[in-house]
């Protein structure tokens, strides 16, 4: 029996399918429908039901599904304990926000491929969400507060945001110093987003409305700092524009409750030492930046 059939096994039942698996792994469909019915036959059994639509794992696969995944996990932990200081090998692949992605996260990322010149670094900015399993992704690098999750979080640092506005756009418009006031004033925002408020101890969630949507931050913060309406940003994206005068905090007594940076994997027992490697790499990182670089022109 071959280990790589049995990887790409693995990869095949995670991702649901061939051409699935076939993207995670980067070879074609051809190759792994070779290697699965080769274990197939090492096996004396059938693992996937293959139909015009697609494949599904039979009873038996199922069954193999959940040794072959111990196995290879159990393979990944004892190559990293013999080696705990050796070279950084193979792929990772990280799902990394857009906004604060490419500003504050590619050149940690681009260190870490420097510091371990055989390791692949594969990265997706992206504010879709990503689903780790079902697209082979080793870890996420998320904002915001974490909900109920069967993933692994660990919080890189914290972080608040605060509503903002231009100079022009208050001048305008007036300044809203209460909750009440916003239903008179134009927001800029990504599309279905929350405001977390608090007025002290008591939470005010506030969904705002606004003719202004985007599924990206650079592009919220742009439209505020032309003078759409009001927003809700990150401090870090929003810190060195109040500092310069092109954006001026309002309704100041409302804070939002704590944020964090968090890096994400799936459930197991063991993480890859590349995910513990850059889950060091970025704390150590953000711990001598508070807060966080911003960008220092406008979009």
């Known amino acids: 029996m071959d280990l790589d059939d049995v990887k790409t096994f693995v990869e095949v039942a995670d991702a649901g399918g061939v051409a699935p698996g076939a993207r995670r792994l980067g070879v ?6 070779r290697r699965i019915s080769r274990l197939e036959d090492a096996l ?3 693992l996937l039901s293959r139909t015009a639509r697609g494949s599904t794992l039979t009873e038996a696969g199922a069954t193999f599904r959940d040794h072959a995944t111990r196995v290879v996990t159990e393979l990944a932990v004892a190559q990293d304990a013999l080696s705990p200081e050796g070279e950084l090998r193979g792929q990772l692949r990280i799902a990394a926000p857009l906004s604060f992605g490419i500003v504050a996260l590619a050149p940690v990322l681009a260190e870490l491929a420097r510091q371990h010149p055989l390791l692949h670094v594969d990265t997706v900015y992206s504010d879709r969400f990503v689903d780790l399993v079902a697209e082979g992704v080793d870890c996420a690098i998320r904002l915001g507060q974490m909900q ?15 509503i903002v506005a231009s100079p022009n756009y208050l001048a305008a418009r007036g300044t809203p110093q209460h909750i009440d006031d916003l239903a ?23 969904r ?3 003719r202004f949507t985007a599924d990206c931050g650079d592009a919220v913060l742009a439209a505020v700092l032309a003078g759409v309406g009001l927003a ?12 310069a005068g092109r954006l001026v905090p309002v309704m100041t007594r409302y804070t939002t409750r704590e944020l964090g940076m968090y890096v994400l994997r799936p459930q197991s027992a063991y993480p890859s030492r ?3 490697v850059l889950i060091d790499l970025l704390a150590g990182h953000f711990s ?5 670089p911003a960008p220092s022109q406008s979009p």
């Open 28 to 33: 074609s469909k051809s190759v792994v429908s």
């Open 44 to 46: 004396g059994t059938q």
């Open 148 to 162: 109920d999750s069967s993933l692994i979080a660990r919080r890189i640092f914290s972080f608040r945001a605060q």
């Open 184 to 206: 008179d004033h134009e927001v800029a925002m990504r599309k279905g987003e929350t405001w977390p408020l608090m007025d002290g101890d008591t939470p005010v969630p506030v």
């Open 208 to 210: 705002p409305r606004g």
């Open 232 to 243: 809700a940003l990150p401090d870090f994206l929003t810190h060195a524009h109040i500092e």
């Open 274 to 276: 590349k995910v513990r």
């Open 288 to 292: 001598e930046q508070c807060p966080p």
